[in-house]
């Protein structure tokens, strides 16, 4: 690497480092807060489709019940820290602690189905998604634990070192309501969610996971202990999954199970997918855009069927999943391999064509 | 007296009612170069699977090096020392020469999550060495040419030499190489032998399976010959090539 790429790397770098500090601003002027909630959402999930990446991208372990360790983080946050059990534990004690809790469920996930591939483990792992729901919904009797479908009320705000995320703060001048402090907050974890990512990829854990990818037999033969690898994967996908959790609990104040549906499993996937399996870049972009498009739409679709029609010819909430049931498929048409590919994702594309293209 | 490096003894495999491995048994002393021949489907990579734990025996024994590796899974046989190559070659194809070979260092390296998150002194050291003995294999078997190049595109030759450096990254005592030959044209093949001999010279004992049996009589110390599932000749080549069982099964075929 030269010295002028190494310091345009360090002008990007500095650049997207302002300019993710100013973002709210920027958004909240010209936007609205409800915006940002929108952006601090984004940030929740680059956290989750990074976290489900470990496991689908890198270790090729098909997930359809991520939510499921999201429920768990949240859930966990909610019940130590809120009116339901009077317990009031802070942030630095429920997140981590949610964190684990997840992790663990993603080892009691990961054992049973080690031996199972693709199709099979999609089916597996779905089930054990909804089974997570199902019991906070239905953990409210005999002893409520979960308070079932209602979900858990007044949950508390982050406190970090004195400062209470969840009211307003003024700073210099400046106001910042809620949504602006978690979004640092949230912008902080998800560059160490992301530094970890990055981190795991480039090592020999990373290494592993791509051998098992490619080839579990030859993996084997190679001495990897392919239980432990699978584990870990697991583990440290529900990791960050249960970090996510946590933060979501404590920004929305409020959980319930309705939050951690299958669609919701199935569009984290879908942000991976998007963006472009196994790349770390492509998976954050696959987030950001799955988030904030439909934002985009659900503002754009009514009015602009009131200003053409004059009147509401479809539901904006259906048209808007239509449209975007549409876009997934032009997608995959179009660019299988996502919008942003790591380059072996590509190769493998152009090579299964290759391939495909030979035989018929 | 020579050292005894594995010893199975009584091995049997089947596959439903297909008794691929019929009381099997056969010793590898440290340093040789040890041949397995036999016609198609007589067991021989059967053999090589049970021995790397791939396949599960259904009876015998197994010991390497002093230890009892009787079904052991795949990684114990690897960290005891056991590595191989595939007849049908199994790459990680899109990985590099390079990667492909990092990849066999995962069992004498420890970094963990945790070391890889905190990229601790030991672990950049760690991942160094990783490095330089991959490309030292690489050298090695004489391909860093290549090393960047994604192992789905190295030639058929290549990919061969790519196998064994990957299978020496684990720093077996017992190389186990599963017709490394097959495809190759006879100057590949000359150049083959030489590094098989040289693998042997630096200490590492070979157990070969391969069809070339003038390339085999040329190379191994000695020769078992597995036929429908049973072991039925072993000896030096000289024995094994007179054998007369040996040459009915498969000998036979060949020279008439
Ligand atoms: N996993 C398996 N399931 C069922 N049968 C198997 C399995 N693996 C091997 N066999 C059978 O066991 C027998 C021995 O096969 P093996 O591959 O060991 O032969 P081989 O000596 O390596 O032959 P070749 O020289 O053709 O490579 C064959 O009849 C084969 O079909
Ligand atoms: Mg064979």
Known sequence: MTKAQDSKKVGVFIASAIALCVLPFIVGGSLGNSWVRIVDFALLYVMLALGLNIVVGFAGLLDLGFIAFYAVGAYTYALLSSPHFGLHLPFYITIPLGALFAAFFGILLGTPVLRLKGDYLAIVTLGFGEIIRIFMNNLNAPVNITNGPQGINLIDPIHVAGVDLGTPISLFGLNLPPVYLYYYLFLVLTVIVVIMAWRLQHSRIGRAWVALREDQIAASAMGINIRNIKLLAFALGALSGGVAGGLFSAFQGFVSPESFSLLESIMILAMIVLGGMGNIAGVILGAVVLTIAPEILRDVIGPLQMKTMGRMLIDPENARMLLFGLAMVAMMLVRPEGMLPSKRRKAEFRDAKAAAAQKG | ?256
Not at chain 2, 99 to 126: C, F, P, Q, W, Y
Not at chain 2, 176 to 186: C, H, K, R, W, Y
């Open chain 2, 1 to 256: 007296m020579a050292e005894v490096l594995l010893k199975i003894e009584g091995i049997h495999k089947r596959f439903g009612g297909l008794h691929a491995l019929n009381d099997v048994g056969l010793t590898i002393n440290k340093g040789e170069i040890y041949g397995l021949i036999g016609p198609n489907g007589a067991g021989k990579t059967t053999l090589f699977n049970v021995l790397t734990g791939l396949y599960v025996p259904d009876e015998g024994s197994f010991t390497f090096d002093g230890k009892n590796l009787f079904q052991a899974k795949p990684h114990i046989v690897v960290e005891s020392g056991i590595a191989r190559t595939f007849q049908n070659i199994r790459l990680f194809a899109e990985m590099t020469a390079l990667e492909n070979v990092m990849v066999g260092r995962h069992i004498r390296s420890k970094a963990g999550a945790l070391g890889a998150v905190l990229r601790d002194r030991r672990t950049r050291e760690e991942e160094r060495a990783i490095e330089a003995k991959a490309w030292e294999l690489l050298e090695y078997v004489g391909i860093t040419d290549v090393a960047e190049e994604r192992a789905r595109n190295l030639s058929y030759g290549h990919q061969r030499r790519l196998e064994i450096a990957r299978a020496l990254a684990t720093e077996p005592k017992l190389l186990a190489l599963d017709e490394p030959a097959a495809g190759m044209n006879p100057r590949e093949t000359e150049e083959l032998k030489e590094l098989m001999s040289k693998i042997a010279k630096g200490g590492v004992t070979v157990l070969l399976i391969e069809h070339d049996v003038k390339l085999m009589m040329g190379l191994c110390d000695r020769i078992a010959v597995l036929d429908y599932g049973k072991k039925i000749a072993e000896g030096v080549p000289e024995e094994v090539r007179r054998n007369p069982k040996v040459i009915e099964a498969y000998l036979g075929a060949a020279h008439a």
